[in-house]
């Protein structure tokens, strides 16, 4: 997965060791006649690329360029865009190291450009907001998040602060601007302070229906994007209590978007450092996009985006091979294996391809799911998108944890009842892996492990594959 415009953007071909500034992160995008900008931060600049189904990506393009290190800019941070009346408004980060600790200047500042294309944008000198260094402490000021709230008549700016004389690592909180025209802005509160994060960067602010969704991101115990939710944007702002994210611990800053009908989940998918699976993820990655759906009880899962779904028109050809427990059946597959690991390989896996299938389970089954890359005499190589019912867990295992430094594995929790099937889909692009349990998104990645072939497996139990299909696409270009 290097350099690709396919599903997965990412700028430039990966390689080892690989800085930071060198790939994408932290994704604002903005919906605009039928075209969804996606600007990101790319060597300390902001770049965007461009599509119009998040399936294919345009080439990307400079939109902010960083400074000298004399201007505050000297390095650009994370932002939004806004409209309003035939102007855009780009509110960002900007950050200049060498400013720190010196008296009347800040290491981070609040500024904006404007455009009327969103490709040509101009700095707007007039615009420059400094941290509220009476009522914050002066660790974050930054990532603002403009939007229009329509219960308080106008506009508003979230912005990551810190908490004044709080407890170390627990002080981060949102901070409140307003305006009623983009143009003269006001401090107006501090919005959620629960004194959990290190940082609350990145946010996000929308509506669907009557609920109110606040996103953001933190690293305070790991990569992750989380969400809050309430009846109305002055809170009180609801941790869900089974859970409150959308994907795995290496999907990060997340912002959404919406084309007025869906809403999308934009983020990055992280890579592991000089890819290698045994190392730690690093930041940024390539875009990884959700589809956002709301559950009954205002909770948020995600799905995978339909064209991106579409975009895998080849159905494969199956060659079912049993190689441990009891599997029978072809359009219904029952696979059985009581007292311990049974599998059946399908199919030898192209470079990137769709796996799908339903599952229901006989109560007590330990696990079940997909085989992926599999190889090897005596399976010496394997991954595995993995569902433990009773556990209430997806997850994604591999085969080279064995006698090495053990990273965790990644994990989602996820509801489950037997006599209600589960939907499984699984998608891989290179060393890419992105599975959906029903609404569950789980997304990792396989450096060490070829394509190999796919099959089925059961732990401890017995499970119905029904619905199943592996799928292609032929016009990918990795």
Known sequence: MKGSRHIFFMPEKERAPMPGTDVCGDFMPFYHEGVYYLFYLYKFCIY????????????????????????????????SVIHRDGVFHFYFSAFNEGHKDIEGKFEQVLMRAT??????????????????????????????????????????????????????HRSSCTHIMTSPDLNEWTHS?????????????????????????????NLTRWWETRYRMADSPDGPWITPSFDDMFDGRAFYAAKTVTDGERHYLVGWQGIRMNMDDNAKYQWGGSVLVHELVQRPDGTLGVMPVPAVEQSFDRSLVLDPEVHLGEWSGTTSITGIERYGFGWQELVQLPEQALLQVDVDWKPGTGAFGWMLHTGGDKLEQW??????????????????KFHDDYHYIEERPISLKAGEPVRIKVFISGNIVVAYANDVALAARAYDFPTGGAGLFIENGEAVFTNLEIRGNAEAAL
């Open 115 to 168: 455009s009327t294309d969103l490709r040509s944008w101009t700095f707007d000198p007039d615009f420059f907001v400094t941290p509220d260094v009476e009522h914050y402490g002066n660790l974050h000021w930054r990532d603002p998040h403009a939007f229009w709230n329509e219960e308080a008549g106008c506009y508003w700016l979230a912005v990551t602060a810190t908490e004044k004389d709080e407890l170390l």
């Open 189 to 217: 509160k501090k919005l959620y302070a629960p004194r959990m994060f290190d940082s609350q960067e990145c946010h996000d602010f929308f509506k669907i229906g009557d609920k109110w969704y606040m996103i953001f991101s």
């Open 48 to 79: 965007y690329t461009t599509t119009k189904d998040f399936v294919s990506y345009t080439d990307p393009e400079p939109a902010l360029i960083c400074g000298s290190p004399e201007d505050q800019h000297w390095h650009i941070g994370t932002g």
């Open 383 to 400: 991954c595995q998108v993995r569902i433990e019912p009773e556990r209430g867990r997806l997850l994604f295992d591999r085969s080279n």
